[in-house]
């Protein structure tokens, strides 16, 4: 099995920065994409942006020259550098990994995702 998981939300003030990391573990012959989505009340969930095979870097278009994802190939870690957040980027942040767990038939990848981090920006 996969495990994924997010930590280092939190709350700040508009203008401020946070950054958030999101760890996979467990039974991976290896990650192609993973990626940072948010899901704000009443909203659907979207990508906020993702990294394949740990170069090509994606960017939503309401967070570019602000967020920068980079990741630890070694370790399976994602970042997410959040800068000049603003209340519209309150929301949960969810991590998605796309791998291919050992053992996986004709090397089929599956999506895993984390349970979610808490980001609140106040005016």
């Known amino acids: 099995q996969v495990q994924v998981a997010e930590s280092g939300g939190g709350v700040v003030q508009a203008g401020g920065s946070l950054r958030l990391s999101c760890a996979a573990s467990?039974?991976?012959?290896?990650?192609?994409?993973m990626g940072w989505y948010r899901q704000a009340p009443g909203k659907q969930r979207e990508l906020v942006a993702r990294?394949?095979?740990?170069?090509?870097?994606h960017y939503a278009d309401s967070v570019k020259g602000r967020f920068t994802i980079s990741s630890d190939n070694a370790k399976n870690t994602l970042y997410l550098q959040m800068n000049s957040l603003t209340p519209e980027d309150t929301a949960v942040y969810y991590c998605?990994?796309?791998?291919?767990?050992?053992?996986?038939?004709?090397?089929?990848?599956?999506?895993?995702w984390g349970r979610g981090t808490q980001v609140t920006v106040s005016a």
């Open positions: 998605k990994v796309e791998a291919v767990p050992v053992g996986s038939t004709s090397w089929a990848q599956y999506d895993y």
């Open positions: 467990g039974r991976i012959a290896t990650i192609n994409v």
């Open positions: 990294i394949i095979s740990g170069e090509t870097t």
